[in-house]
C-alpha cells in the first residue's frame, strides 16, 4: 500500500519567509510524528499527534515552529520567519494505534538562504 | 532524559563477511529498541524492534539484533554482508512508559561494504 508522502521534496526559502510542509500519513494509522535532521543535530522529534488528543509540542525548537493535523490524517508543519538554522531535512512518520514501529516519509530538505 | 549511543561514525567491512553495528542506549526502565537504515536521499526504513521477549530479534534483509540489557546494548549483526546494505544506520528508543513512542535517536552509523 502506499506509504507516508510528503510535499514538497525540496523547498528553498530566503530568510525571514514563512514555509507550510506538507504529510500524508499511511491510511489508518493514528499516530503522526515530526523530525528534524540537521547535520549539526542528528535526528530530532519534534512534534507528536495521537488521533483527537493535544499534540506533545515539546520537542519543538521555538514558537516559530507549529503544526497541526487536520481531520485526524493529513499533517502541515509550519516555520514562521524562517533563520538559517531551520535548514535541515523535515521527516513525517505515522504508526498504527496498537503497533510500536513509526514508517517515515522520504522528508522534505528545506534550505534558507 | 534517554541518550542513544553509536560509538562508531563508520564501519567497514568487505562482502561476505559478518558485520556488527554497535548500539548502547541510556534510558530509565525497560525501553523498546529499534533499528532503522537511511538510504541516500530516502527516509528511514524500519529494520527491526525489540519490545519483549527472545532478546535476539530477527528483522528485514537478514538482520538481527540483540538485546543486552545488564550493558545496555542493542548491537545491530548480520552473518553476511552484502554491497547493497552500504547506508547509514540508526539506532533508536522509546521509554515504556512513555505512551507516545517518540523516538530518541543515535548519532548513525555509515556502513561501507565493499566488494
Known amino acids: 500500500g502506499a506509504g507516508v508522502s510528503q510535499s514538497p521534496s525540496n523547498k528553498v526559502t530566503e530568510k525571514g519567509k514563512d514555509v507550510e510542509l506538507r504529510c500524508d500519513p499511511i491510511s489508518g494509522h493514528t499516530a503522526l510524528y515530526w523530525y528534524r535532521q540537521s547535520l549539526g543535530q542528528g535526528l530530532e522529534f519534534l512534534i507528536y499527534f495521537q488521533g483527537n488528543s493535544a499534540p506533545d509540542k515539546s520537542g519543538l525548537p521555538s514558537d516559530r515552529f507549529s503544526a497541526e493535523r487536520t481531520g485526524g490524517s493529513v499533517s502541515t508543519l509550519t516555520i514562521q520567519r524562517t533563520q538559517q538554522e531551520d535548514s535541515a531535512v523535515y521527516l513525517c512518520?505515522?504508526?498504527?494505534?496498537?503497533?510500536?514501529?513509526?514508517?517515515f516519509g522520504p522528508g522534505t530538505r528545506l534550505t534558507v538562504t | 532524559a534517554q541518550s542513544v549511543a553509536q560509538p562508531e561514525d563508520q564501519v567497514n567491512v568487505a562482502e561476505g563477511n559478518p558485520l556488527t553495528v554497535k548500539c548502547t542506549y541510556s534510558v530509565s526502565g525497560n525501553p523498546y529498541l529499534f533499528w532503522y537504515v537511511q538510504y541516500p536521499n530516502r527516509g528511514l526504513q524500519f529494520l527491526l524492534k525489540?519490545?519483549?521477549?527472545?532478546?535476539l530479534v530477527k528483522g528485514s534483509y537478514g538482520f538481527e539484533a540483540e538485546f543486552n540489557k545488564s550493558q545496555t546494548s542493542f548491537h545491530l549483526k548480520k552473518p553476511s554482508a552484502l554491497v547493497s546494505d552500504s547506508a547509514l544506520y540508526f539506532c533508536a528508543v522509546s521509554p515504556r512508559e512513555n505512551a507516545g513512542n517518540m523516538l530518541t535517536f543515535g548519532g548513525g552509523t555509515r556502513l561501507m561494504v565493499k566488494p
Open positions: 525489540y519490545i519483549t521477549g527472545d532478546n
Open positions: 512518520a505515522s504508526r498504527l494505534h496498537d503497533s510500536y514501529e513509526q514508517y
